[in-house]
C-alpha cells in the first residue's frame, strides 16, 4: 500500500519560516519524480515545486522562486519544501505527489500551513 505522508505545517508569522516533509512508504521512491502542491481556499491546485528523480533538477513557481526550495532524500524516502519568507499568501493546504508516469501517480493527504500574525 502507497503512503504518501506530509507533516510540519502549522501556524507561522509573515516572514517565518517551515520545513514540509512527505514521507513515503510502498513505492520505489527513487523511481518517482515528486512535486508538492498547494491549494489555498477557494482556489484551484497549484504547482509549487519540483524535483527529478535522482534530486538533480527542480523547478519553482515564480511566486516562491527564491524563497521555497525542494529537496528530496532518496535513503530517507522523502521529499521537502524549505519554506522561507513566509507571506499570508502562502496560506494554503501543501500535498506532496509521486509520479511516475502518467497513470502512476500518487498523493498525500495535504498539511496546513497559516501564515499570519
Known amino acids: 500500500q502507497v503512503q504518501l505522508v506530509e507533516s510540519g505545517g502549522g501556524l507561522v508569522q509573515p516572514g517565518g519560516s517551515l520545513r514540509l516533509s512527505c514521507a513515503t512508504s510502498g513505492l520505489t521512491f527513487s523511481r518517482y519524480a515528486m512535486n508538492w502542491h498547494r491549494q489555498a481556499p477557494g482556489q484551484g491546485r497549484e504547482l509549487v515545486a519540483a524535483?527529478?528523480?535522482?534530486?538533480?533538477?527542480?523547478i519553482h513557481a515564480d511566486s516562491v522562486k527564491g524563497r521555497f526550495t525542494i529537496s528530496r532524500d532518496n535513503a530517507a524516502n522523502t521529499v521537502y519544501l524549505q519554506m522561507n519568507k513566509l507571506k499570508p499568501e502562502a496560506t494554503a493546504v501543501y500535498f506532496c505527489?509521486?509520479?511516475?508516469?502518467?497513470?502512476?501517480?500518487?498523493w498525500g493527504q495535504g498539511t496546513q500551513v497559516t501564515v499570519s500574525s
Open positions: 524535483i527529478t528523480r535522482a534530486g538533480d533538477s527542480s
Open positions: 505527489q509521486s509520479v511516475g508516469g502518467c497513470q502512476d501517480t500518487y
